[in-house]
Each structure stands twice: as C-alpha cells, then as structure tokens.
C-alpha cells in the first residue's frame, strides 16, 4: 500500500467518524489537529510532503476515537502502534 493510498484511507475513516478535515496548501509548512467547539479539526497542507499528510492524518485519527473499537486495516494499525498511539 503506497503512502497516497494511505493517506486517502485515513481521511475516509475521518470522514466516516465525522472529523472535518480541511486539505488546503498552506506552504509545505505542516498541517494541525484541533478542537473548535468540541468538533475535531484537521488540516492537511496539500504543499506536504506525503509523509507529513499521513502523519498529521494518523495523528488526527489517533485522537478521534476510540481505536480499539474499530476496524482498521492492519498496515494502518501498524503505522499507529510504532507511533506509539
């Protein structure tokens, strides 16, 4: 599994816990996760690189639920298990 495909299957699993998520240029500079009014907001800086667009998407995934509870594909459990999450 590339790291695009990755990166796209997280951000269906956002989309379905109902995370808003934000893929915006923003300079190659990052991305963020953050609460406003008790919703989880993510963005993606589409500028990234493709490592930084998965990390800021695992990282949104690690704090948007409950992880055991749920079926993630095992590359992506991987993934979040050596990130420490």
Partial sequence: M???ERVSYVLQLLDGLA???RVEPMGGQGGG???LKG???VFI???ADIESQYAWA???LAKSSDLE???ILP???GDLERRGV
Avoid: Q
């Fill in 45 to 47: 800086d589409i500028d």
């Fill in 2 to 4: 590339t790291l695009e």
């Fill in 39 to 41: 919703k989880l907001l």
């Fill in 58 to 60: 695992l990282s949104a």
């Fill in 69 to 71: 509870t749920m079926y």
């Fill in 19 to 21: 995370v808003e998520v």
């Fill in 75 to 77: 590359e992506i459990r």
């Fill in 33 to 35: 996760v953050c609460k």
